[in-house]
């Protein structure tokens, strides 16, 4: 086909015989996104949101109700616990002021363990008689649900002032970070079952680690709910610590090792903890590395850190990667498998960078939900 003697006039309609309605079909879709494009697109991206929010307001439903059942069936209330624990749902926590970073870390911690003593206290209130592990869950299960409730209003929050200033912008943020919002919530969502059964999760692999190490020595209380033991290996002396389980809870290492090493210095630490996996990576894979492997608002792990900088005690760490949704629900057999492997490591680490006759701390760093010692 010759297209040299294409007349483009008359092919686009721009010539003597252009025909008027063929302009409005061009020119009227160009001028409503001039004018109503960001209102459009508004309202594209609000339909999205919409959604996403409604499973929100779903996740957080569904654990305030499974936490209400919980205590009514396990704590055995005397009264109806329903509007005690909605205004737990509603509690929130500041921050100190940081303008001089000064001391900050030690009012963030004192912060953060006046809100636990005071959850605690309180939910142990509704049903005095109930134990210490049966209280751990009631605490998870209240955390879970309380952040689901504040991711709900945050997103909420976000969305609704953007729908009402009408403006796209705003609601950009929302629409970029929403996903990785939704996968959380989904995460901590389907983590309800296993803390209410007791189960371990994949974040527990390294107190199961530490835990099989325990299993025959004899356990000491040395820090808020934390045990520590005495063993040996290959001429080594080897103190393990873990939270105490099988309740939910991550116990204090940082005040365990204070108090261990105030005692007895150890010549290295080595801390065995679960990881985020990057995407791409296989999920329990083992990886080797320095420093404090731990987690959390970061308190614990300066605590730790402060105590190795002071006595010049070197840090080691072993992860165990996952991904998100793997760290909080059941642990998977491909995790658990790994413990017997993650020993063989610590063994080699062990004989790699000490000499018999010296003294070795090992931590294993985790929530020990189902995991006893």
Same mark, same amino acid.
């Given at each position: 086909?010759?297209?040299?003697?294409?007349?483009?006039?008359?092919?686009?309609?721009?010539?003597?015989?252009?025909?008027?309605?063929?302009?409005?079909?061009?020119?009227?879709?160009?001028?409503?996104?001039?004018?109503?494009?960001?209102?459009?697109?508004?309202?594209?991206?609000?339909?999205?949101?919409?959604?996403?929010?409604?499973?929100?307001?779903?996740?957080?439903?569904?654990?305030?109700?499974?936490?209400?059942?919980?205590?009514?069936?396990?704590? +055995?209330?005397?009264?109806?616990?329903?509007?005690?624990?909605? /205004?737990?749902?509603?509690?929130?926590?500041?921050?100190?002021?940081?303008?001089?970073?000064?001391?900050?870390?030690?009012?963030?911690?004192?912060?953060?363990?006046?809100?636990?003593?005071?959850?605690?206290?309180?939910?142990?209130?509704?049903?005095?008689?109930?134990?210490?592990?049966?209280?751990?869950?009631?605490?998870?299960?209240?955390?879970?649900?309380?952040?689901?409730?504040?991711?709900?209003?945050?997103?909420?929050?976000?969305?609704?002032?953007?729908?009402?200033?009408?403006?796209?912008?705003?609601?950009?943020?929302?629409?970029?970070?929403?996903?990785?919002?939704?996968?959380? &919530?989904?995460?901590?969502?389907?983590?309800?079952?296993?803390?209410?059964?007791?189960?371990?999760?994949?974040?527990?692999?390294?107190?199961?680690?530490?835990?099989?190490?325990?299993?025959?020595?004899?356990?000491?209380?040395?820090?808020?709910?934390?045990?520590?033991?005495?063993?040996?290996?290959?001429?080594?002396?080897?103190?393990?610590?873990?939270?105490?389980?099988?309740?939910?809870?991550?116990? +204090?290492?940082?005040?365990?090792?204070?108090?261990?090493?105030?005692?007895?210095?150890?010549?290295?630490?080595?801390?065995?903890?679960?990881?985020?996996?990057?995407?791409?990576?296989?999920?329990?894979?083992? &990886?080797?590395?320095?420093? &404090?492997?731990?987690?959390?608002?970061?308190?614990?792990?300066?605590?730790?850190?402060?105590?190795?900088?002071?006595?010049?005690?070197?840090?080691?760490?072993?992860?165990?990667?996952?991904?998100?949704?793997?760290?909080?629900?059941?642990?998977?057999?491909?995790?658990?498998?790994?413990?017997?492997?993650? /020993?063989?490591?610590?063994?080699?680490?062990?004989?790699?960078?000490?000499?018999?006759?010296?003294?070795?701390?090992?931590?294993?760093?985790?929530?020990?939900?189902?995991?006893?010692?």
């Amino acid at each position: 086909m010759d297209f040299t003697n294409i007349d483009l006039d008359q092919l686009f309609g721009f010539g003597d015989d252009t025909n008027p309605l063929l302009m409005l079909i061009w020119i009227l879709p160009i001028i409503l996104f001039i004018f109503y494009g960001q209102r459009i697109q508004l309202q594209v991206t609000s339909g999205e949101i919409k959604k996403a929010i409604k499973k929100l307001d779903g996740y957080r439903t569904e654990s305030r109700s499974e936490l209400i059942d919980y205590i009514k069936k396990n704590m +055995r209330p005397k009264e109806d616990p329903t509007k005690r624990i909605d /205004r737990f749902l509603d509690y929130f926590t500041i921050m100190p002021v940081d303008m001089d970073p000064n001391g900050i870390v030690d009012k963030v911690r004192h912060t953060v363990r006046a809100r636990e003593d005071y959850s605690r206290i309180h939910v142990k209130s509704i049903s005095p008689d109930t134990d210490e592990v049966e209280l751990s869950k009631v605490i998870t299960l209240l955390e879970i649900a309380t952040s689901l409730h504040m991711i709900y209003k945050v997103v909420n929050h976000m969305y609704l002032t953007a729908k009402k200033q009408n403006n796209y912008p705003l609601i950009l943020p929302l629409q970029m970070i929403l996903p990785f919002i939704m996968e959380e &919530a989904e995460a901590i969502t389907k983590a309800i079952p296993a803390f209410k059964k007791g189960q371990p999760v994949g974040d527990g692999i390294g107190p199961m680690v530490v835990g099989k190490m325990m299993l025959d020595t004899k356990k000491e209380t040395i820090a808020f709910q934390t045990v520590a033991s005495e063993t040996e290996f290959d001429g080594r002396k080897l103190t393990l610590l873990k939270a105490e389980g099988p309740g939910s809870t991550v116990g +204090r290492p940082g005040d365990a090792v204070e108090s261990l090493v105030s005692k007895n210095k150890p010549d290295i630490i080595i801390m065995v903890d679960a990881a985020l996996k990057m995407e791409g990576e296989d999920s329990a894979i083992t &990886a080797q590395g320095f420093g &404090a492997a731990i987690g959390g608002i970061g308190t614990e792990r300066f605590q730790i850190e402060e105590i190795a900088t002071k006595n010049n005690i070197p840090i080691f760490a072993i992860v165990i990667k996952q991904s998100v949704k793997e760290a909080i629900t059941l642990m998977t057999k491909e995790i658990a498998n790994q413990a017997d492997n993650v /020993r063989n490591q610590i063994h080699e680490m062990i004989q790699e960078n000490t000499t018999p006759g010296q003294h070795v701390l090992l931590i294993g760093v985790g929530n020990t939900i189902g995991v006893p010692q």
